[in-house]
């Protein structure tokens, strides 16, 4: 009986590794998968599981393509997988075309006798990752942020204290939900527009004032979205001045 062997994160499972678990097992008569437990996980991706191990377990064994499955037997970023292939003695390991440690694995398989098998991937699904489906999910997206600090603008020299220094930086970082960005961005956009050109009002209505953070809201989601769903070329600045 020829034994392949295969390992990897698949910490969502997707089109792609199914696929994948088809063709090597299209190489022998039995498969096993490896699939990382949650401390290589991080050591690996430095992130937590999205699906817990004793899910992925199940999920990969309901596959009528696998025959046997594991989660990780060393605690190792790249061959978390040693005394699995010691207890298994697969004859093949096999890999992706992108495989970023074919190099190590090429090394174990000397070392224990197996055949190093790179497959290649299909083109009939449009790729995808965890990372990708993570972030759809989530609706992470980057925005380029310039934070501006002790009162100096540098393309506002207006804006700028007298004898200021400016301290710029640009960091772009992740962003989630833009509804709930939006949500917190609008309320305190009304209050700093209040407190720089409008007069405190004597008596407002409750439904003039869900209208007016409606608008901001609006106004500033559409600024965001300009040119794309959410541009990159936009740039939002955080002024830390007197009055926000």
Sequence with gaps: MKKVFVSGCYDILHAGHIQFFEDARALGDHLTVCFASDPVLW??????????????????????CVDKVVKSSDLDAVIDFTEHIKAERPDILAVTEDDKNIAAKKKLCEEYGMQLVILPKRRDVEAASTTSILAGIKEIVELPLRVDFAGGWLDVPKMSRKGAFIVNCTITPKVGNMKKVADWAAPRHIACSRQRTAPKPSSTSASAGKTRQSSAKRAYVSGVRANGRYSMQNTIRIGLTAGC
């Design 43 to 64: 050591l690996a991706k430095s992130r937590k599981p999205a699906v817990p191990e004793s899910h992925k377990a199940v999920l990969i064994g309901s596959l009528r």
